[in-house]
Nanobody, 120 residues
Framework: QVQLVESGGGLVQAGGSLRLSCTAS????????MGWYRQAPEKQRELVAG???????NYADSVKGRFTISRDNAKNTVYLQMNSLKPEDTGVYYC??????????????WGQGTQVTVSS
């Protein structure tokens, strides 16, 4: 079984930057797609950025040009570099991993979530 542990959340002013990390342990050889979801207060959880084991990436329109997802397979870690942060980026960010090459398929796991708060 795969476990995901996130780190790097916190409080930042608008325009600032944060870097989230998510390290996987367990049966990591089966992981393909990894991503970051965000859940803002009273809103549905949404996919912010994703990356396959072939480094194919995708982003929500709201974060394109500001966020960058990357992964280091040697460290079993996926990163989310968030620049030019806006108050609407506030939420709990969850790491996600699945054995399929896209979300909502395969055997999936979630991290515990890390809070990101952007003040105006």
């Amino acid at each position: 079984q795969v476990q995901l542990v996130e780190s790097g959340g916190g409080l930042v002013q608008a325009g600032g930057s944060l870097r989230l990390s998510c390290t996987a342990s367990g049966r990591i050889s089966r992981i393909n797609f990894m991503g970051w979801y965000r859940q803002a207060p009273e809103k549905q959880r949404e996919l912010v950025a994703g990356i396959t084991d072939g480094d194919r990436t995708n982003y929500a329109d709201s974060v394109k040009g500001r966020f960058t997802i990357s992964r280091d397979n040697a460290k079993n870690t996926v990163y989310l570099q968030m620049n030019s942060l806006k108050p609407e980026d506030t939420g709990v960010y969850y790491c996600y991993a699945t054995t399929a090459n896209s979300p909502n398929y395969g055997i999936a796991r979630w991290g515990q979530g890390t809070q990101v708060t952007v003040s105006s």
